[in-house]
Nanobody, 123 residues
Framework: QVQLVESGGGLVQAGGSLRLSCAAS????????MGWFRQAPGKEREFVGG????????YYADSVKGRFTISRDNAKNMVYLQMNSLKSEDTAVYYC????????????????WGQGTQVTVSS
């Protein structure tokens, strides 16, 4: 089992940057691909990006490509989401999630979720 805890959210002006962290418990963390999702009020949960088990492969939603970067440190059981050039439409609760089978875009396929961290971008 994996427990996930996100941190690093907050209020930032448009054009600014934030780095979200996701701390994972459990000795099998490196067995899981990781995904980042977000959910804005009144909207469905949206795939942001994912990273494979080793960190050697990543995939991003078109809406964040070129602005967001996902990385992981398996030695520290951490996953990161670096967000640059933030826009007001990036405002949402951000979640990290773990999946043994890969970093797909379907949130229902993920096995474990964090509690989320709020990101608010002011224009």
């Amino acid at each position: 089992q994996v427990q996930l805890v996100e941190s690093g959210g907050g209020l930032v002006q448009a054009g600014g940057s934030l780095r979200l962290s996701c701390a994972a418990s459990g000795r099998t963390f490196s067995s899981y691909a990781m995904g980042w999702f977000r959910q804005a009020p009144g909207k469905e949960r949206e795939f942001v990006g994912g990273i494979n088990w080793t960190g050697g492969s990543t995939y991003y939603a078109d809406s964040v490509k070129g602005r967001f970067t996902i990385s992981r440190d398996n030695a520290k059981n951490m996953v990161y989401l670096q967000m640059n050039s933030l826009k007001s439409e990036d405002t949402a609760v951000y979640y990290c999630a773990a999946d043994r089978t890969g970093y797909g875009t379907n949130w229902a396929a993920y096995d474990y979720w964090g509690q989320g961290t709020q990101v608010t971008v002011s224009s």
